[in-house]
């Protein structure tokens, strides 16, 4: 009687290693891209949180100004790993919400005025900055 042998053929894991790799060089991109655009929301998620805060203090004080220390770190956004927030250009009748990126995140730059418009005032390289709306895709796309 013939006796088979078990195992792989070298052609065989050839194709295997081809296929993995393949897989690898399209999935990774896009997974980066879904985690920059998960790092992204907390910016989004932060500075759009302060904005109904900003206009509460305006309603209580008739300005945007803050003084005090404590009501400033009860309105703005905790700093996260990705991102730190800062409350600029304050005054009686405007402000503008800063979300600065940090380590993985580095180099975006987004803002929120009083009025609400939205702004990616700065991108890392590669990226496409708009002025009117926060950017969470490479090519520019908005951030809904």
């Not at 109904?52 to 209580?60: G, I, K, V």
């Not at 995140?105 to 900055?129: C, L």
Request: net charge negative; with cysteine; proline share 3%.
């Amino acid at each position: 009687m013939h006796k088979r042998q078990a195992g792989f053929s070298l052609i065989e894991i050839i194709v295997a290693v081809a296929i993995i790799g393949i897989l690898t060089a399209i999935a990774l991109p896009s997974y980066n891209g879904y985690v920059m655009r998960a790092r992204l929301t907390e910016a989004f998620t932060g500075l759009a949180g302060a904005q109904p805060l900003m206009e509460q203090h305006w309603a209580n004080e008739r300005s945007y100004e803050i003084e005090d220390d404590d009501t400033r770190a009860r309105l703005l956004p905790k700093e996260s790993d990705s991102f730190s927030f800062e409350l600029s250009e304050a005054s009686a009748s405007a402000y503008l919400l800063t979300a600065t990126g940090k380590g993985a995140a580095d180099g975006f730059v987004f803002t929120i005025d009083q009025n609400g418009q939205r702004a990616t005032t700065g991108v890392p390289e590669g990226w496409t900055a708009q002025d009117d709306c926060w950017v969470d895709r490479k090519e520019g796309t908005c951030a809904e």
